[in-house]
T-cell receptor, first 114, second 111 residues
Framework: DSGVTQTPKHLITATGQRVTLRCSPRSGDLSVYWYQQSLDQGLQFLIQYYNGEERAKGNILERFSAQQFPDLHSELNLSSLELGDSALYFC?????????????FGQGTRLTVV | DAKTTQPPSMDCAEGRAANLPCNHS???????VYWYRQIHSQGPQYIIH???NNETNEMASLIITEDRKSSTLILPHATLRDTAVYYC????????????FGAGTRLAVHP
């Protein structure tokens, strides 16, 4: 158990809908990362937050947005969902967003868009 | 961040050492080498990292060449549970920077 909690574990929704994925980082970790992993694809970095502020951005679609709240949990919002958004979404946390701190990953949310 | 090159797949017999190579010939002096692994659809797991000295922990050893252009992750006694995709990542150890995963090496440990 990495200490990073992601909910829900599974989510099935229809095209055009909007969903919110939630991540609770390890206790004491200030930085949160979001990743997308499509079937047979690599891990694609989406976005990173540190203590509530966005710090790094990957190829995140405009239909996707994220935020980190004062209690340090983070949410990833996916809207106008398309079939191609079906994927595993991972959240990771680290003590800091910089330096050599290793990242700890949650078990992911499997999103299926039908 | 420097790019890395890893073989797409490797096999290893259970109980033997698994040596996973990584080439990072464009690495710069302030970049660390990290290794993570992902066991079938689970969240990636941190294994080890290093700058220039060899490192060892309870999971593995990391051997970095003197010129730092390549490294090898060693699993001393591979078990079936070590079957996973192993990612070698080079990352600057300052500033807010992304942890970028490549394709990795798919290690199959067989009986």
């Amino acid at each position: 158990d990495s200490g990073v909690t992601q909910t829900p574990k599974h989510l099935i929704t229809a095209t055009g809908q909007r969903v919110t994925l939630r991540c609770s980082p390890r206790s004491g970790d200030l930085s949160v990362y979001w990743y997308q992993q499509s079937l047979d694809q690599g891990l694609q970095f989406l976005i990173q937050y540190y203590n509530g502020e966005e710090r790094a951005k990957g190829n995140i679609l405009e239909r996707f947005s994220a935020q980190q709240f004062p209690d340090l949990h983070s949410e990833l919002n996916l809207s106008s969902l398309e079939l191609g958004d079906s994927a595993l979404y991972f959240c990771a946390s680290s003590v800091t967003g910089q330096g050599v701190a290793e990242a700890f990953f949650g078990q992911g949310t499997r999103l299926t868009v039908v | 961040d420097a790019k890395t090159t890893q073989p797409p797949s490797m096999d290893c017999a259970e109980g033997r050492a698994a040596n996973l190579p990584c080439n990072h010939s464009t690495i710069s002096g302030n970049e660390y080498v990290y290794w993570y692994r992902q066991i079938h659809s689970q969240g990636p797991q941190y294994i080890i990292h290093g700058l220039k000295n060899n490192e060892t922990n309870e999971m593995a050893s990391l051997i970095i060449t003197e010129d730092r252009k390549s490294s090898t992750l060693i699993l001393p006694h591979a078990t079936l549970r070590d079957t996973a995709v192993y990612y070698c990542i080079v990352r600057v150890a300052r500033g807010y920077n992304k942890l970028i995963f490549g394709a990795g090496t798919r290690l199959a440990v067989h009986p």
